[in-house]
């Protein structure tokens, strides 16, 4: 992709089957429709970062994100929309910004073991691997996949849903007043939940498999 890409029209559906290969600085969007790719999606030169824009945008599992292991340069992507789906466990050689869109944005993630930093303004960071950090900006439900998710959170004005989805996952909590109200989603699994000396609006759906219980 060497120009701009853009749709437009309600419930509309670019869809890429292959490989995209997108030039740095450039844009692949759709104004109100989705995005979906279902192979790789890396840049094919450094420079700015390449932009992607839509209301959902899904990354399949067979779609790798970021350049190969042995790639000279770290592909960099700027992903908008208001419902992002990550399915893809392949991440490598890659700087992303996630950024939500709307008042109700939400990201959600494969399985593998995935570390979750949110700050007490809503932003954070979201790390798989020694190669793949994205930042988070403007989502109110971060959804995990079926490995070991960790979130470390810094209370303050939040409002949002924190969703381990499956297997055991490990809330940590910290902080001291917060303005706004945070949803805990455990889910399956044995999941762990560490408070600090809280104070605001808290609530805590342990949920969690009857053989193996809730950690508090």
């Known amino acids: 992709v060497n120009d701009d890409i853009f749709t437009s029209g309600t419930n509309t559906k670019l869809v890429f089957e292959s490989d995209v290969s997108i030039a740095a600085g450039k844009t692949i969007g759709s104004t109100s429709g989705s995005i979906q790719f279902d192979r790789n999606i890396f840049q094919s030169s450094s420079g700015a ?15 790798r994100l970021g350049g190969a292991a042995d790639s000279a340069f770290r592909s ?32 959600t993630l494969a399985g593998g073991d995935n570390t979750w930093t949110i700050n007490a303004d809503g932003s954070g960071l ?41 297997w055991n996952d490990i809330f940590n909590i910290s902080g001291q007043a917060n303005t706004g109200e945070l949803n805990i989603v455990g889910g399956n699994g044995q999941d762990t939940f560490n408070f600090g000396q809280l104070t605001g609006s808290f609530v805590v759906n342990a949920g969690g498999d009857k053989s193996s219980g809730v950690k508090i």
């Open 49 to 63: 970062f390449s932009n992607i824009i839509g209301e959902t945008i899904t990354f399949e599992t067979n779609a």
């Open 76 to 107: 960099q992507l700027e992903v908008k929309a208001s419902t992002i789906n990550i399915k893809s466990n392949e991440i490598s050689q890659l700087d992303a910004n996630f950024i939500g869109v709307g008042s109700n944005a939400s990201i």
């Open 126 to 166: 979201f790390k798989r691997n020694a190669n793949a950090t994205f930042s988070l900006e403007n989502f109110t439900t971060l959804t995990g996949g079926t490995g070991l998710d960790t979130f470390n959170v810094t209370s303050g004005a939040l409002t949002m849903t924190l969703n381990g989805g499956g």
